[in-house]
């Protein structure tokens, strides 16, 4: 099965990780969270990194978790899925503890653990008719990954019911409208728009650093997103366990 490759750039203050996973979607599996994650450890001892972008080749951001790695969860005993749902768990949490500010470049779809990985992010980008979808639900499958904590930290209540209960999708610029993207712009726009954001912070790494820091003391703590995580971990476990049990 193939596995979505992570490639890792840095060039003038700006370290760029790219997603690139043909066949998959830039989906991500166990195997491309931790090279996620082995990924983001570069960024942080880099110390002429100042920013960080996050985005998926193929013109795509991130479908979602592999989706023969979920059924096979649903196949295994509760403690070895719940360990390999946190290699991919984990990866999420990985970046949004990046010491530098970091900014999801979003073309294509964010699904599931895909928007996942773009609300980990501190600013989003995104182009007018990128898809962001929960999925979950609509899959028969309960949120996973903080999921509804990370929408309802971007957007408010009623975006996460909407999304994440409701399963409800939105645009591009309907997300911008909502709250979710900060930007979106025309597909011609989209790098433009990131680089601009991104210009000052990779000028001055010591700065963007200390700022990224000030950010996670003052604003919601990680520790709620990880709270929020265990919440889910047990509840996704049981309704993949489920779906197993019902196609039987």
């Known amino acids: 099965m193939e596995t979505t490759q992570i490639r ?16 998959t979607h830039n989906a991500l599996d166990p195997e491309s969270a931790s090279a996620l994650v082995a990924a983001c450890d570069e960024v942080d001892a880099d110390d002429t990194v100042g920013v960080a972008v996050i985005t998926g080749a193929n013109r795509t951001f991130c479908s979602g978790a592999v989706r023969d790695f979920l059924t096979g969860i649903g196949e295994r005993p509760a403690d070895v899925g719940y360990d390999l749902m946190g290699t991919v768990y984990r990866a999420f ?4 503890r990046l ?15 895909g928007l996942n990985l773009a609300l980990a992010t501190d600013l989003r980008i995104a182009t007018e008719d990128a898809l962001l979808r929960s999925g979950f639900a609509r899959l028969g499958i309960h949120p996973g990954g903080g999921h509804l904590h990370l929408l309802e930290r971007a957007a408010g209540r009623q ?6 209960v409701f399963a409800r999708s939105l645009r591009g610029r309907e997300a911008k409208a909502r709250g979710l993207v900060w930007d979106a712009v025309g597909p011609d726009a989209l790098d433009p728009a990131v680089d601009e954001a991104c210009a000052a ?30 919440v889910e971990r047990a509840r996704q476990l049981w309704s993949l366990g489920r779906r197993v049990a019902g196609a039987r």
Not at 8 to 23: F, M, N, Q, Y
Not at 93 to 96: A, D, I, K, L, S
């Open 8 to 23: 890792l750039t840095v060039s003038d203050g700006l370290a760029r990780i790219t997603l690139d996973g043909p066949g």
């Open 93 to 96: 949490e990985r970046v949004g």
């Open 99 to 113: 010491a530098v500010p970091t900014v999801a470049r979003i073309e294509g779809a964010a699904v599931g653990a």
């Open 159 to 164: 975006t996460a019911a909407a999304m994440g």
């Open 201 to 230: 912070l990779r000028a001055d790494p010591p700065l963007a650093r200390a700022i990224k820091k000030s950010l996670e003391l003052t604003t919601s703590p990680v520790e709620r997103w990880s709270a929020a995580t265990e």
